[in-house]
């Protein structure tokens, strides 16, 4: 920044002027004392006191409690409502998951609305079965009738009487040669409420094909993310 010179006179300095006369603002204080150090009744000005307290060992920590109390609550919910986390175990979804993949779920999905066909579903412990959970992938809807020959799996919806085949890009082009898709479906509708699921590797899982359709109320949630092994992570 610079200043210039417009050529205005100076002011006179503070004192006596050369006429003579004194300038009245010389008798003024050029000190400001601010509200805090005026003078007491003695004349003497108080030393600043401190704006606030250090808070006590106590309150300190009462409010690590709470922050902690608070944190394992936002957990509890989140781990029992909302996310969860599985492993994968078996080779019943590969290529797509394979052992030892962690996949996250969304417990919320179905919650808000209806399972989609091609959604990747973890469903609940079912009688009969060696898995704990299931992991598979979602084929058929509510009302559609399935029917699957030789790794080709045909849909034909409600209202309809011409079976389309569905597209599955997920699946390996080696588990779709004919032979390698283990048992076929015969012509069946799938029940209200219910869906019909398989997993990618046709030759491999254990599915509606042994289990009927599965109940959507036993849906724990959509997996929708593999996020470790890190070299497996992929959007699911």
């Given at each position: 920044m610079t200043i210039?010179?417009?050529?205005?006179?100076?002011?006179?300095?503070?004192?006596?002027?050369?006429?003579?006369?004194?300038?009245?603002?010389?008798?003024?204080?050029?000190?400001?004392?601010?509200?805090?150090?005026?003078?007491?009744?003695?004349?003497?000005?108080?030393?600043?006191?401190?704006?606030?307290?250090?808070?006590?060992?106590?309150?300190?920590?009462?409010?690590?409690?709470?922050?902690?109390?608070?944190?394992?609550?936002?957990?509890?919910?989140?781990?029992?409502?909302?996310?969860?986390?599985?492993?994968?175990?078996?080779?019943?979804?590969?290529?797509?998951?394979?052992?030892?993949?962690?996949?996250?779920?969304?417990?919320?999905?179905?919650?808000?609305?209806?399972?989609?066909?091609?959604?990747?579903?973890?469903?609940?412990?079912?009688?009969?079965?060696?898995?704990?959970?299931?992991?598979?992938?979602?084929?058929?809807l509510p009302g559609e009738t399935i029917e699957m020959t030789g790794c080709v799996v045909r849909i034909t919806e409600p209202g309809s009487n011409a079976p389309q085949i569905l597209d599955e890009p997920y699946l390996d082009e080696a588990d779709r040669a004919p032979g390698t898709c283990g048992p076929n479906v015969t012509s069946q509708v799938v029940p209200d409420d219910h869906v019909f699921v398989m997993g990618d590797n046709r030759g491999g899982s254990q599915d509606s094909r042994a289990l009927g359709p599965i109940n959507e109320d036993d849906l724990v949630g959509r997996a929708f993310v593999v996020f470790w092994p890190r070299d497996n992570w992929q959007w699911l």
């Open positions: 210039q010179d417009d050529g205005s006179p100076l002011p006179h300095p503070e004192g006596p002027r050369s006429d003579g006369s004194s300038d009245p603002r010389a008798n003024e204080s050029d000190l400001v004392v601010s509200a805090s150090q005026h003078a007491d009744s003695d004349g003497d000005v108080p030393p600043n006191e401190p704006t606030s307290k250090r808070p006590s060992g106590a309150r300190a920590f009462f409010d690590w409690v709470v922050v902690i109390a608070v944190a394992l609550l936002v957990a509890f919910v989140v781990r029992g409502f909302v996310l969860a986390h599985f492993v994968v175990e078996g080779q019943s979804m590969a290529t797509t998951l394979d052992t030892g993949d962690r996949v996250f779920v969304n417990k919320l999905s179905y919650r808000l609305h209806d399972p989609n066909r091609g959604d990747v579903v973890v469903l609940h412990q079912i009688t009969g079965t060696s898995e704990r959970d299931l992991i598979k992938r979602v084929v058929g």
